[in-house]
């Protein structure tokens, strides 16, 4: 829109850009809360279904909440282990989803292959028109609200495994990119894996560089430079 308004005060179609008062920065004010293997472990631990098998999604596969519960069993390909990312889903309205980007395939884990076939066996909803989270509570016809099944599974489940601060179901997909940087994933992995349209949405406002990943950095320098020091002083 910024561009747009200079491109008519330059041709003068408009007096000034009115964009110029909106505050155009994304960057955050607060860093956000990513959990650690262990933490993530622990969590799944304590859910219950349907809440484990949507969060093991979720961490493994990066997918907004949107997506994530608007998967039908008909965008699962067990034969060629890739999730069908068609639609998305707020406010029980589905829609198209966010991006071009985010339509592209996304890989499956064969065991994470595994836990939803299990879940597949166990949901009174398995045909492949059915939602893959379908709620009981409208007999099927929709999936979980994402709020309903934080409440219900996710949160008790956060207490008990003592995890604090503000996690929600963007926690998820945030961990994950931090856990492939930290484990030395390149960035063009990462972006596709998260399917951003660039590689500087992912690096910006999802890796999180952990701690140690940033100490180790920081002795690979310190380390060169008191070598040279202490080959200067011999």
Not at 187 to 210: C, D, F, G, I, P
Request: charged share 25%.
């Amino acid at each position: 829109m910024h561009a747009v308004f200079n491109h008519a005060v330059r041709w003068e179609w408009h007096d000034k850009n009115p964009i110029t008062q909106v505050r155009q920065s994304a960057k955050r004010q607060k860093v956000p809360i990513v959990l650690n293997i262990e933490q993530l472990r622990s969590l799944l631990e304590h859910l219950k279904e349907p809440g484990k098998t949507a969060v093991l999604l979720d961490i493994l596969t990066g997918l907004r909440v949107s997506e994530l519960l608007a998967l039908k069993w008909s965008d699962v390909d067990f034969e060629n282990l890739e999730l069908h990312v068609t639609r998305s889903i707020a406010l029980q309205r589905v829609g198209p989803c966010k991006t071009e980007a985010s339509q592209k395939p996304v890989p499956l884990d064969p065991e994470l292959a595994g836990v939803l076939l299990m879940w597949r066996r166990q949901s009174a909803y398995p045909m492949d028109s059915d939602w893959i989270f379908a709620s009981p509570a409208s007999k099927g016809k929709l999936p979980y609200w994402s709020f309903s099944i934080f409440r219900v599974y996710i949160r008790p489940a956060l207490k008990a495994a003592k995890i604090t601060g503000k996690v929600g179901w963007h926690t998820f997909r945030h961990s994950l990119a931090t856990i492939l940087k930290s484990h030395g994933e390149d960035v063009k992995t990462v972006q596709e894996l998260l399917r951003h349209a660039n590689s500087s949405v992912t690096m910006n406002l999802y890796a999180q560089a952990v701690t140690d990943i940033k100490r180790s950095a920081q002795s690979k320098v310190a380390r060169l430079v008191f070598k040279s020091e202490k080959a200067q002083e011999e």
